[in-house]
């Protein structure tokens, strides 16, 4: 909502309560075919991104997200990743993220609303950088559609760079959905998905991590967290779902994402992209350790926490 010149994120997924910025100046408004897009300057934050009125990222502090939701998973691997997916996620700062790693070979984003790559390459050059490395392909469509359509074991990563589980992205929470990305990911290979905060979504992630557990069957379910200020309650998080490996690979028992195990990403010097502003391998495990009520809350649904 915006009103004599603040802006506040109100949604009924998080009742009475609604983090305000004060408005310098609103740079764009519009309906795309989904959703409502605006883009506005911010006296705090720098320049931000809301969809349906959410904000989906901000200049000052979108490093948090992206190289949480990008590095958890990739260092998580035991290979290198070489072909990876990226299902929403528009704005590119995901795939900026990706492109750190210089063993990926493909990259392919599955965007379903053109006009957010649009805008973020006008007006958020530094996240949508990630659009320009040779690895990528833009895919507009359903990402849904998408990854049904893949190939079985065709991607060592899927990332689901989602919004919220109203309205369009809404879908990208239900079990078909699931047993899609399991199919498309490789044995020993990752999906990790956006998964909401623990002060606000409890009942969300318990659902979430309950249905994975089923569909990534022999594999693991955990969550992770990162800090971020313009996410409802600070702090929002991921699932990262490993599927179980090939039955005669090993007898190890399922992958710990907890461990690191592929080095720290780099800067990209060919895209200015500099180096990492929030992840390491000391926050990589710290991600996932969780407070005693969400622990108490999360027990039983999570493969390792
Ligand atoms: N409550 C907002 C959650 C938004 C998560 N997706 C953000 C997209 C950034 N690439």
Not at 115 to 137: C, I, L, N, W
Not at 217 to 224: E, I, M, W
Not at 278 to 302: D, I, W
């Amino acid at each position: 909502m915006i009103n004599a010149g603040w802006y506040t994120e109100m949604s009924p997924m998080w009742p009475g309560q609604g983090l305000s910025l004060k408005i310098k100046e609103v740079l764009y408004r519009a309906k795309s075919e989904f959703q409502d897009v605006c883009v506005f300057e911010s006296e705090s934050m720098g320049t931000v991104l809301t969809l349906d009125g959410v904000i989906q990222c901000t200049d000052k502090d979108e490093f948090s997200y992206q190289e949480m939701i990008a590095h958890i998973p990739m260092c998580a691997l035991e290979r290198p990743a070489k072909k990876v997916l990226v299902v929403g996620g528009g704005d590119g700062g995901v795939l900026r993220e990706l492109a750190r790693h210089t063993e990926v070979e493909e990259i392919h984003m599955a965007e379903i609303d053109k006009m957010v790559p649009e805008v973020s390459k006008q007006y958020f050059p530094e996240m949508a950088v990630g659009f320009t490395d040779p690895r990528v392909t833009l895919h507009i469509c359903d990402g849904i559609k998408f990854v049904e359509d893949s190939p079985a074991d065709s991607y060592d990563l899927i990332v689901v760079d989602s919004s919220d589980p109203v309205g369009p992205a809404e879908v990208l929470f239900e079990k078909p959905f699931f047993e899609a990305l399991h199919r498309a990911v490789r044995p020993g290979g990752i999906v990790c998905t956006q998964a909401e905060s623990l002060w606000l979504h409890l009942g969300i992630i318990k659902a979430l991590a309950g249905m994975c557990s089923e569909v990534f069957v022999g594999g693991s379910v955990s969550y992770a967290s990162t800090t971020i200020p313009t996410y409802p309650s600070g702090s929002i998080g991921m699932l990262v779902c490993a599927k179980a490996r090939a039955a005669d690979a090993d007898g190890e028992g399922p992958l710990d994402p907890r461990v690191a195990r592929q080095p720290e990403p780099g800067p990209l010097p060919k895209l200015g992209v500099d180096e990492l502003k929030y992840y390491s391998h000391e926050v990589h495990t710290a991600a996932f350790a969780l407070p005693v009520f969400a622990k108490k809350a999360l027990a039983g649904c999570l493969t390792f926490q």
